[in-house]
């Protein structure tokens, strides 16, 4: 969670997604969470949003997210949460 508010709030933030560790990305670790992290609601409200956010404009690292993660999971996310017209229930920034 901590990382989804740092990527909105400095575009800079990103770059964190992009570290490597031991050959890893940040965000292709993010990306093999166990599914129960795509299911789970809890879960899922922390993981997608930070998904979106370090992936938002940025052609690379949306990439790297869709080799294990469907653009439409996250598609559904956003639909699902603009219906519902709540913002997601996160506080403003």
């Known amino acids: 969670l901590l990382l989804g508010y740092l990527a909105v709030t ?3 933030g990103q770059s964190l997604f992009a570290g490597w560790r031991n050959g890893v990305m940040m965000l292709e670790q ?3 969470l166990p599914f129960p992290y795509f299911l789970s609601p809890p879960l899922r409200e922390v993981l997608l949003p930070t998904l979106i956010v370090a992936t938002y404009k940025n052609k690379q690292l949306l990439s790297v ?3 294990d993660v469907s653009a439409a999971v ?3 996310f956003v639909r699902q949460h603009l219906q519902e017209g709540a913002g997601g ?3 403003p920034l």
Do not use: E, H, V, W
């Open 89 to 91: 229930g996160y506080p």
């Open 74 to 76: 996250l598609a559904n």
């Open 10 to 12: 400095d575009t800079s």
């Open 30 to 32: 993010l990306c093999a």
């Open 65 to 67: 997210m869709k080799r």
